[in-house]
């Protein structure tokens, strides 16, 4: 299993969240979550990213920890 921290500025004028990446069952499966909270679960799809389970989250936040993703773990694997 990858976990992968990232601080990430996703709201205006608020602090950075520490979000959690944590890979799934599959090699391109992960879990996003912040602290103890799951937030939701985004698969790599033929064209990017897409959102498979959890509170909604915008295709931008999607596609942003997508490419986190990419950069930390799937270009060295």
Do not use: R
Not at 57 to 62: G, T
Request: net charge negative; hydrophobic share 40%; glycine share 10%.
């Amino acid at each position: 299993m990858v976990k992968i921290d990232y601080l990430y500025d996703i709201f205006e004028n608020q602090l950075p969240l520490l979000f959690t990446l944590m890979q799934g069952d599959t090699k391109e499966l992960f879990y996003i979550c912040v602290g103890d909270q799951l937030v939701g679960t985004i698969n790599k799809v033929t064209d990017g990213w897409q959102q498979i389970g959890g509170s909604k989250m915008s295709d931008e936040f999607i596609n942003k920890m997508g490419e986190v993703i990419e950069h930390e773990y799937l270009a060295t694997n």
